[in-house]
C-alpha cells in the first residue's frame, strides 16, 4: 500500500488544541477543492509515492507522539485510514484535517478530525458534505476560515443552527492577512462566542514557509 506525499516534516502545530506541540506532518498529495485562499496550492498535484512503511519510519524518527495528516484532502487517498490506523495502534495522537467536503465516517474511531467547514468567502461552500456534522465526536474540531464580516456571520449561524458548540471544539482562524487577528477578537469578545481563535501560530513563526 502507498501514499501519494507532497512532503513529511517535523514542526510546531501551529492550530487546533494541539497548538503549539512538536508535532511530524504528513501532507498528502491532491485535492478536490479551490479556495480563494488557499496557501498549499503546491499541494494539488505534486508529490511522490511512499509505501506504508517509509512514512511510519519518518514518523518513528522522531520524539513527537503527535501525528497530523493533512493535505490537499487526505480523505481523497484510501490509504490514509491504514496510515492513521496503523498509527493510532502504535500509540500516536493522531489529527486529520479535513476539508469537510467527503464523508469522515470512514476514518478510524480515536482519529481526531479537525473538519474546515468551508465559509461564503472560501468560494467552496456549496462542496461541503454536511452529513459530517451528525458524524462529529467531542474529541474532533471544526474550524472556520473567516476572510470577512459576512463570514463571520455566516459562520455564527451554521454554529447556532447545527448546535455545534454541544458537538466539539470550534475554531475560528482569520484568512491570513486579510483579516486581522486582533479585528475577529473583538467581534468574538463583543458577541461572548464560546469558540477558540486560532492565530495559524506557524505563519508567525515562518511567515508561511513551506514545510514547517
Ligand atoms: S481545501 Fe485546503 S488544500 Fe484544498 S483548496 Fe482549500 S485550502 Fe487549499
Known amino acids: 500500500m502507498y501514499l501519494k506525499v507532497t512532503e513529511l516534516f517535523y514542526s510546531i502545530q501551529g492550530e487546533s488544541s494541539y497548538l503549539g506541540y512538536p508535532c511530524s506532518f504528513v501532507r498528502l498529495s491532491g485535492c478536490n477543492l479551490r479556495c480563494r485562499y488557499c496557501d498549499t496550492t503546491y499541494a494539488y498535484t505534486?508529490?511522490?509515492?511512499?509505501?506504508?512503511?517509509?512514512?511510519?519510519?519518518?514518523?518513528?524518527?522522531?520524539?513527537?507522539?503527535?501525528?497530523?495528516?493533512?493535505?490537499?484532502?487526505?480523505?481523497l487517498q484510501?490509504?490514509?485510514?491504514?496510515?492513521?490506523?496503523?498509527l493510532l495502534k502504535k500509540g500516536y495522537t493522531v489529527l486529520i484535517e479535513t476539508n469537510g467536503s467527503l464523508p469522515i465516517a470512514l476514518l478510524p474511531r480515536g482519529?481526531?478530525?479537525?473538519?474546515?467547514?468551508?465559509c461564503p468567502g472560501s468560494g467552496m461552500t456549496n462542496f461541503m458534505y454536511w452529513e459530517n456534522i451528525h458524524d462529529l465526536q467531542p474529541i474532533d474540531e471544526v474550524k472556520f476560515v473567516i476572510s470577512d464580516r459576512y463570514d463571520y456571520q455566516w459562520a455564527k449561524n451554521i454554529i447556532t443552527k447545527y448546535?455545534?458548540?454541544?458537538?466539539c471544539q470550534v475554531l475560528f482562524s482569520p484568512v491570513f492577512e486579510q483579516l486581522d487577528l486582533r479585528?475577529?477578537?473583538?467581534?468574538?469578545?463583543?458577541?461572548?462566542?464560546?469558540?477558540?481563535?486560532?492565530?495559524?501560530?506557524?505563519?508567525?513563526?515562518?511567515?508561511g514557509k513551506r514545510g514547517k
Request: no cysteine; aromatic share 6%; proline share 4%.
Open 163 to 167: 448546535q455545534l458548540l454541544k458537538r
Open 183 to 207: 479585528t475577529l477578537a473583538e467581534w468574538i469578545l463583543t458577541d461572548e462566542l464560546e469558540v477558540r481563535l486560532q492565530p495559524q501560530l506557524h505563519k508567525f513563526i515562518w511567515g
Open 78 to 86: 484510501e490509504g490514509v485510514i491504514p496510515l492513521a490506523d496503523g
Open 46 to 75: 505534486e508529490g511522490k509515492n511512499y509505501e506504508l512503511e517509509e512514512i511510519m519510519r519518518f514518523i518513528h524518527s522522531h520524539k513527537t507522539k503527535l501525528v497530523t495528516i493533512t493535505g490537499g484532502e487526505p480523505l
Open 111 to 118: 482519529v481526531i478530525r479537525v473538519m474546515d467547514i468551508k
